[in-house]
């Protein structure tokens, strides 16, 4: 097969990664471009399934359930880094939990002796939790088994690319310079990771608009605990300050914390936009141009229906001879 006949995805987060596993197992001649192999902002995320704020409403529940039968299904595989994971999210005020929520087949609302002192409204869910560092890689190697190529460099333009029968473009942030995307904007998430003294269970507050959220993520013998929404910051530099925050926050709901040992912290920028991107476009020389971005707090989430929707533009027939490994 020559060059020409490749499909190049630009992005190694869990969007490029998705996306080209779906395409090479589907029979394309796959190669991945990227400058970070995996995306940082994709390591950093905590990861819970969760289709929180991010649009439109139509294609983002029928991507988050695409995603979510997929997740269900590696669950039951060893090695993926996913679980099926029970647990709570509550509010300091009453709220009506999210629609999204309620259609879970073991939604139930909590009673209040159930929540953490200063809690008064919440709901339990079991849905997927997500160890990044082990997904991506447990991704990576289901993409190169698939036949799939990664080559790590930053791309200036499209064209850099080289021959391709189609360019896939899941650059996250990357995008604002590359397409160029003025309507894309980071928001910094920052997460530290502690010793798990022995949680089993997610918790989360619905902090509503405030930049310091709340969340515990376990992980076997890790402990994932946010967090932040700084709105406009793409800093990715660790701040301290922040994560004594994050552990006087999480302690206080979760007593055990308080004598746990840090590992690390993982910080990232939501590439975040009005609506996520999943459209055909092409480049000056004709190639066609799939995106694939700007899906904020919810990548994850969203990274497999987004990634069968760019395999269903791939296909389409005015997609021409780019995509006949596809068609
Ligand atoms: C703290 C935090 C917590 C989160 N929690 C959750 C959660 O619980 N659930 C959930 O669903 N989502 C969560 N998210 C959101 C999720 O992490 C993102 O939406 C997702 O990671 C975006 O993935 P991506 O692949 O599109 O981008 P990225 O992971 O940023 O990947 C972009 C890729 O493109 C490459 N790239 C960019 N520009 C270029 C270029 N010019 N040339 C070559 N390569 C380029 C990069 O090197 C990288 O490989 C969280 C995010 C953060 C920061």
């Known amino acids: 097969m020559s060059s020409s006949d ?3 995805v630009v992005g190694a987060g869990v969007s490029g990664l998705t996306t080209a596993t779906v395409l090479a197992e589907a029979g394309a001649h796959v190669h ?4 970070e192999v995996p995306g940082v902002t ?3 995320a905590g990861a819970l399934w969760g289709p929180y704020l991010v649009e439109p409403k139509d294609k983002v529940d029928q991507w988050s359930q695409h995603s979510l039968q997929v997740f269900r299904e590696l669950a039951i595989v060893a090695g993926t880094g996913v679980r099926l994971c029970s647990g709570i999210d509550a509010s300091r005020h009453a709220e009506a939990p999210p629609d999204w929520a309620t259609t879970l087949p073991d939604f139930r609302p909590c009673e209040v002796s159930e929540l953490p002192p200063g809690f008064v409204s919440g709901y339990r869910v079991t849905v997927p939790l997500i160890d990044m560092p082990v997904y991506l890689a447990y991704l990576q190697s289901r993409l190169e088994e698939a036949g799939g190529t990664i080559g790590q460099r930053r791309l200036r333009t499209f064209d850099d690319a080289g021959p391709a029968a189609a360019i896939i473009n899941c650059t996250g942030l990357g995008a604002r310079d590359l397409v160029p995307d003025p309507a894309l904007y980071p928001i910094r998430g920052q997460h530290v990771v502690v010793e798990n003294p022995g ?3 997610h918790f989360g507050e619905d902090t509503g608009p405030s930049p310091d959220l709340l969340c515990l993520y376990p992980h076997g013998d890790t ?3 946010g967090g932040t929404a700084i709105d406009g910051s793409g800093d990715l530099t660790e701040d301290p300050a922040t994560a004594q925050a994050i552990l006087a926050r999480c302690t206080a709901v979760e007593p055990r914390l308080t004598r746990t040992r840090v590992i690390e912290h993982r910080i990232g920028a939501r590439p975040t936009r009005s609506r996520v991107r999943v459209e055909r476009d ?3 020389n004709g190639t066609p141009l799939v995106h694939n971005y700007g899906h904020g707090g919810a990548g994850v989430t969203l990274s497999w229906g987004c990634a069968a929707d760019v395999h269903q533009l791939l296909s389409e027939r005015a997609c021409g001879r780019a995509c006949s490994a596809l068609i």
């Open 32 to 35: 991945v471009i990227a400058d």
């Open 223 to 225: 402990l994932v605990l």
């Open 282 to 284: 092409h480049i000056d």
């Open 6 to 8: 490749r499909l190049v």
């Open 199 to 201: 949680l089993t269970e």
């Open 42 to 44: 994709s390591l950093a």
